[in-house]
């Protein structure tokens, strides 16, 4: 029962940033714009979180050095992708090579080639008195840190935003039909540009939960693909952040348990097959799930009359 | 899309050329610009990068080494491109290839003869990549998956498949590293240009590339792909079945990309080893998007990144500049290029626009 339990609390430490990137992702495709940097805004956001977690010795400029470089990024996607009509995906494959680059030459020039890995100690988790003595709950639901915490408090206002108010409407309807928006007097490109910048400042805290809440250092592979994972998962919840969060959950327990498996050691299961479930996962249940709500213009640039 | 934009022509080559060398310029500038912050001379590392790089035959001859599998990661790319489809998951059918030739290599050196081992091994490997694409494309005919994702989730698959093959069955005999033993002289590709360890993998390269250019623009499976790409309603109405086009462009851009993991492994590498070239994937997109995924053009777009990345690793070995300096200009380059077909487009519009205004005063 212990370990269930901490293995289920685990799942949910591990949710979180695939939960924020995909609720970013959410926003954005609603709007039109896949954010196919989202790999490099998550690098960019563990690199910059680290950096400036480590230079203040404060975990809150860490957050905002991170969602100021994730903003970053997203910018030369936006004007790129939106001002500049470029490919999305293949602009996304040019900012994941240029960030890689990027994140690995800053980090040498900063830090040279320190001898031992530098670290600074992971975000704590807060207990919130009364509720955290639920027993089994408790302990999953409410020994959580505070950037957790604030991401389950983000779904619901993420959810009412776009689907109860007109400042929803207007973001879906750049992304189910520019050319009616347009005509309504809304300003498409500005509408998508501005999606995109806050992805990429909740891609930004998501890079940075890896380096600053799970690891507490950072390298060059902790990332390792999890942006992607973020946006499969934006995907499979039927670009609703509800189904974010679900889905979220879904890969934090997948994570958790081959994390736990391979500290288990056991010789008789390869641990490469637990590294790859989040992944096969992916993939099944992209095949599995019946894509129903997927934005009509998604990933489709608007060139307004010229 | 970018389809859009191919409707504005009315650029030659020559403005081609232009604005791909002035955006390279640009990109290596925003890269350099960095190095004084570790005590680099900018125009110093400029220097050092093309003294040293066309100072021998050697590492000049180490610029077609790297080509080599760039230009087939880029054709692989570019052929699901023409379809309209997005393979990213090259990386991934690459040590699916990679995986296959060495296997073979390993499994049939010394015991038949090594020009049917290297045979053997090449066919391996398209199979391999080929039967991955495939079936990628097979979920997005099937199930209408998203082959973006599918594709993407599968090279992180494949690697750890590998991983788990380098630990176990493929792994060398003394056991120490995740990597396979090396392999046999017999089973090496030969090398074609003496003093350099250019291997008749370039060959093969560019013989693909002009392959694949005819395919897709000389036969009738090449024209189903590309009207699939263009227009599926279009496509379906003269008869052509886009699914089936969705599985053979997968299969094909699979055994591209596979063919690079033979080339790698018996060309260059001679073995096979945890994080193999690991972004040659990526790249292979740049690559094919530099050239507007052009197969001729990705030879030439191959051959600039080949440059850059030896050029890099002199700028590594001579100064104080890092490796990752070399992904910072493939990025910038990367980037820039996409901005100059922005430019190249705004210019196109503008020259139509004044057309129209100089046709109409003459009405």
Redesign the interface.
């Known amino acids: 029962m212990e370990v269930f339990i901490n293995l289920i609390a685990r799942a949910f430490f591990m949710s979180t940033p695939l939960v924020l990137g995909a609720v970013g992702e959410v926003i954005a495709e609603r709007t039109g714009m896949m954010v196919t940097a989202v790999e490099g805004i998550f690098l960019i956001g563990a690199w910059g979180g680290f950096l400036g977690a480590y230079l203040s010795g404060n975990m809150l400029i860490g957050f905002l050095t991170a969602m100021a470089c994730g903003m970053a990024v997203a910018l030369?996607y936006g004007v790129?992708t939106v001002y500049?009509?470029?490919?999305q995906?293949?602009?996304g494959?040019?900012?994941?090579?240029?960030?890689?680059?990027?994140?690995?030459?800053?980090y040498?020039?900063i830090f040279g080639t320190p001898t031992t890995p530098l670290t600074v100690t992971p975000l704590s988790d807060i207990a919130i008195p009364v509720l955290s003595d639920i027993p089994v709950i408790g302990r999953i639901l409410f020994e959580q840190n505070l950037v957790t915490y604030l991401t389950w408090i983000l779904v619901p206002i993420v959810f009412y935003v776009l689907f109860r108010t007109s400042l929803g409407l207007t973001l879906r309807s750049c992304g189910e039909n520019p050319a009616a928006a347009d005509a309504a007097g809304i300003n498409v490109q500005r509408v998508r540009f501005l999606a995109v910048l806050l992805a990429g400042v909740l891609g930004g805290i998501a890079g940075a939960y890896y380096s600053l809440c799970n690891v507490g250092m950072y390298n060059a592979q902790i990332i390792?693909?999890r942006g992607?994972i973020a946006?499969?998962i934006c995907?499979l919840g039927n670009w609703n952040p509800v189904g974010s969060l679900i889905f979220g959950i879904v890969f934090g327990i997948s994570e958790a348990v081959g994390t736990y498996v391979r500290a288990l050691g056991l010789s008789s299961v390869?641990s490469?097959?637990f590294?790859?479930l989040p992944?096969?996962l992916?993939?099944v249940l992209?095949?599995?799930r019946k894509?129903l709500h997927v934005p009509d213009k998604l990933?489709?640039?608007y060139?307004k009359e010229? | 899309?970018?389809r859009?934009?191919k409707k504005i022509k009315g650029d030659g080559f020559a403005s081609m050329l232009f604005w791909t060398a002035a955006a390279i310029v640009l990109g290596l500038f925003c890269?350099f610009i960095?190095l004084p912050?570790?005590g680099v001379n900018p125009l110093d590392a400029l220097g050092i990068m093309i003294t040293q790089v066309f100072s021998n035959a050697y590492s000049m001859g180490n610029i077609l080494v790297k080509t080599t599998p760039l230009i087939l990661t880029g054709l692989a790319f570019a052929f699901t491109y023409k379809a309209n489809l997005?393979n990213?998951g090259a990386q991934g059918q690459f040590y699916a290839g990679c995986i296959c030739a060495a296997a073979v290599s390993l499994g049939l050196q010394n015991r038949v003869p090594g020009a049917l081992v290297l045979l053997l091994a090449f066919a391996a490997s398209i199979v391999g990549g080929g039967f991955v694409g495939a079936l990628i494309g097979f979920?997005k005919a099937r199930?209408?998956?998203?082959e973006?994702?599918?594709s993407?989730?599968?090279t992180?698959?494949i690697t750890?498949?590998m991983?788990?093959l380098l630990?176990?069955v493929l792994q060398e005999e003394k056991g120490e590293y995740l990597q396979t033993d090396y392999l046999d002289n017999s089973v090496w590709l030969p090398r074609i240009i003496g003093g350099t360890s250019v291997s008749l993998g370039i060959v093969i390269a560019v013989a693909a590339a002009v392959l694949v250019w005819v395919v897709l623009y000389k036969t009738s499976v090449g024209y189903r792909v590309r009207v699939t790409g263009m227009n599926q309603d279009a496509a379906r109405m003269a008869g052509i079945s886009p699914k089936r086009q969705y599985v053979l462009a997968f299969a094909v851009s699979g055994a591209i990309a596979g063919l690079a993991g033979f080339v790698e492994v018996n060309g260059m590498q001679h073995m096979l080893l945890t994080n193999f070239d690991t972004?040659i994937g990526?790249?292979g997109?740049?690559i094919a998007?530099l050239a507007n995924a052009n197969p001729i053009g990705i030879i030439f777009s191959a051959l600039l990144f080949g440059i850059l990345q030896v050029g890099g690793t002199a700028l590594g070995h001579y100064s104080n500049a890092?490796?990752?300096?070399?992904?910072?200009?493939?990025?910038?380059v990367?980037?820039f290029v996409?901005?100059s077909?922005?430019v190249r487009?705004q210019l196109g519009?503008r020259r139509m626009?004044h057309q129209k205004t100089v046709s109409g005063e003459a009405a």
Request: aromatic share 18%.
């Open positions: 030369i790129t500049m009509y470029q490919h995906i293949v602009m494959t040019a900012i994941a090579i240029l960030v890689t680059g990027f994140c690995s030459f800053f040498r020039i390792g693909g992607w946006f499969g995907f390869p490469e097959l590294s790859m992944y096969v992916v993939i992209t095949v599995c894509n990933g489709v640039n060139v010229e | 899309m970018s859009n934009e890269s960095f912050l570790i997005y990213i979920l199930f209408n998956a998203n973006f994702l599918v993407m989730m599968s992180y698959v750890y498949f991983q788990l630990r176990t972004d990526s790249y997109i740049g998007i890092p490796a990752s300096v070399i992904d910072l200009m493939q990025g910038w990367m980037v996409l901005v077909f922005f487009r519009v626009k």
